[in-house]
C-alpha cells in the first residue's frame, strides 16, 4: 500500500508485472479498482489524464496486488 500523491521513490517502487490496482480514498469502498499487466505504466497514465484529475485528487492510498 502507498501513500498518495506518490514520491518519486514511492514511483519507482510500484511493480512492473501484472496485477490489480486499487485507488482508495476516505471512505470504506475503493474509488477504482483496476488490472494492467504492467502496474506502474498504468497508474502513471491515472495519474496524467486530464478527466481523472477529480479522482486522483479524492484518493489518499493506492494497493496493488501482483499477479
Do not use: W
Not at 6 to 12: D, F, G, V
Not at 26 to 46: C, E, N, Q, W
Amino acid at each position: 500500500t502507498f501513500s498518495l500523491p506518490l514520491n518519486p521513490s514511492a514511483l519507482s517502487a510500484l511493480p512492473k508485472s501484472s496485477g490489480v490496482y486499487i485507488f482508495k480514498g476516505a471512505g470504506t469502498l475503493p474509488l477504482y479498482i483496476g488490472k494492467s499487466v504492467d502496474i506502474r505504466s498504468r497508474v502513471m497514465s491515472h495519474m496524467r489524464a486530464e478527466d481523472e484529475r477529480e479522482m486522483m485528487s479524492q484518493s489518499l492510498q493506492l494497493e496493488c496486488i501482483e499477479t
